[in-house]
């Protein structure tokens, strides 16, 4: 039997590739000043309108 990955993968505009939902998470979470933003890359939080365009993203609240 195949060992299966145990988070669920999907494309992030933020990030511009594949993340594992926990990340999308995380992202959702700072976004919603619900974490600390050191839960997520210093990349992600330089982003001018990170929370908008997470907001909008199709995936928001699927993690």
């Known amino acids: 039997m195949p ?3 145990k988070y669920m993968h ?3 505009p933020l990030y511009k590739k594949e993340i ?3 990340e999308c ?3 959702q979470d700072v976004a919603d000043k619900i974490r600390k933003p050191v ?3 210093k990349e992600i939080l330089d ?3 990170f929370k908008s365009v997470c907001d909008k993203c199709e995936h ?3 993690g």
């Open 39 to 41: 839960a997520v890359p």
């Open 3 to 5: 060992v299966r990955d």
């Open 10 to 12: 999907w494309y992030c």
């Open 47 to 49: 982003i001018p309108d």
């Open 60 to 62: 928001r609240d699927l």
């Open 25 to 27: 998470l995380d992202v």
């Open 20 to 22: 594992e939902d926990i």
